[in-house]
């Protein structure tokens, strides 16, 4: 298998800036001004509609890191039961802060987050675990000096009696992570990381899961594994909210995509009408999509 430099330890840009050339005037012109002077790019009426039964959802989440700085401005999103959302957008939108924010790793300073109709807003990340929710950071997202059994056992620390049915269910989904369970995790291949980091966010049996750009640095192919995993993951009952540099392919396997920009929903429709609307695609995914 032919590896990416990644693999070979080298640096990657994480975003391919081709792909993710954004037109400020054209955002502006699409953009609505609200009463409050607030901008929105997308009415939300489709939200309030389709979010009404959603397992979760948040609404007009404003978040952010330094005071006085908001880098989320009104965020909102749903995920239905069994659902693969998508979400996509330039560097620096806000999608790992959209993440962070609805798993209580980041202050919300306005708006809501609802989990099966109950407001679980700020509820701290071990509290959400047991709650079922799942989380994969994009970094750091395994424990190197430990084993996969190890890292595994991790995942689910508030309740360690299930990890024999746990296991069965994560070897299940990644056979190669049952088979080397003795190895140190820090000697894996960025890709197999990717697995036990999973793995490990299955281990508590969640409803729904947030994967931060799981292909992120990884070689293509790798990538393409990565994602059929994903759809493995969502065909095994678990929703998934994964947000993605790779958007094309993310927006060929998800439900439903947004796009973010500006820590603000710029577009929402399912993957496959986001993909062909020709906005998005000369916004979002650049030269890239003209050249298919
Ligand atoms: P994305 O994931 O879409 O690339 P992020 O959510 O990581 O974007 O970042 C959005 C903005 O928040 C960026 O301007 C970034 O500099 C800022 N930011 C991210 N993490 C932190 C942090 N820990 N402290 C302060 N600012 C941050
Ligand atoms: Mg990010």
């Given at each position: 298998m032919s590896r990416g430099p990644a693999d070979r330890g080298e640096a990657v840009p994480q975003t391919d800036?081709?792909?993710f050339h954004v037109?400020?005037?054209?955002?502006?012109?699409?953009?609505?001004?609200?009463?409050?002077?607030?901008?929105?790019?997308?009415?939300?009426?489709?939200?309030?509609?389709?979010?009404?039964?959603?397992?979760?959802?948040?609404?007009?989440?404003?978040?952010?890191?330094?005071p006085?700085?908001?880098?989320?401005?009104?965020?909102?999103?749903?995920?239905?039961?069994?659902?693969?959302?998508?979400i996509i957008g330039p560097n620096g939108a806000g999608k790992s802060t959209l993440l962070k924010?609805?798993?209580?790793?980041?202050?919300v300073r306005g708006g809501k987050v609802t989990l099966r109709g109950e407001d679980i807003t700020g509820l701290k990340a071990h509290a959400l675990v047991r709650k079922?929710?799942?989380?994969?950071?994009?970094?750091?997202?395994?424990?190197?000096?430990?084993?996969?059994?190890?890292?595994?056992?991790?995942?689910?620390?508030?309740?360690?009696?299930?990890?024999?049915?746990?296991?069965?269910?994560?070897?299940g989904l990644f056979p190669a992570l049952a088979d080397r369970r003795r190895q140190r995790a820090g000697s894996l291949s960025g890709g197999e990381r990717q697995m036990v980091a999973m793995g490990r966010a299955?281990?508590?049996?969640?409803?729904?899961?947030?994967l931060d750009e799981p292909s992120a640095g990884l070689s293509p192919a790798l990538q393409d594994e990565v994602f059929i995993r994903v759809r493995h993951i969502n065909r095994a009952g678990v929703s998934v909210v994964m947000v993605e540099q790779n958007a094309r392919r993310c927006l060929q396997i998800?439900?439903?995509?947004?796009?973010?920009?500006?820590?603000?929903?710029?577009?929402?429709a399912s993957g496959a009408d986001l993909a062909n609307d020709p906005k998005v695609v000369e916004l979002y995914l650049g030269t890239l999509a003209k050249a298919r």
């Open positions: 800036p081709e792909l037109d400020q005037d054209a955002v502006a012109a699409d953009a609505t001004t609200r009463a409050d002077g607030a901008t929105a790019t997308l009415d939300r009426s489709a939200h309030l509609a389709g979010a009404q039964t959603a397992l979760l959802r948040c609404d007009e989440l404003v978040a952010g890191y330094v006085g700085v908001n880098i989320l401005n009104g965020c909102d999103l749903f995920v239905n039961e069994g659902e693969l959302v998508g924010a609805m798993f209580g790793l980041v202050t079922g929710v799942g989380f994969v950071p994009q970094t750091e997202n395994v424990f190197p000096s430990l084993t996969i059994e190890e890292n595994l056992q991790m995942g689910v620390y508030q309740d360690p009696r299930r990890f024999r049915e746990r296991f069965e269910f994560v070897a299955l281990m508590m049996e969640p409803s729904v899961i947030f998800c439900d439903r995509g947004y796009v973010l920009d500006q820590g603000r929903n710029a577009y929402t």
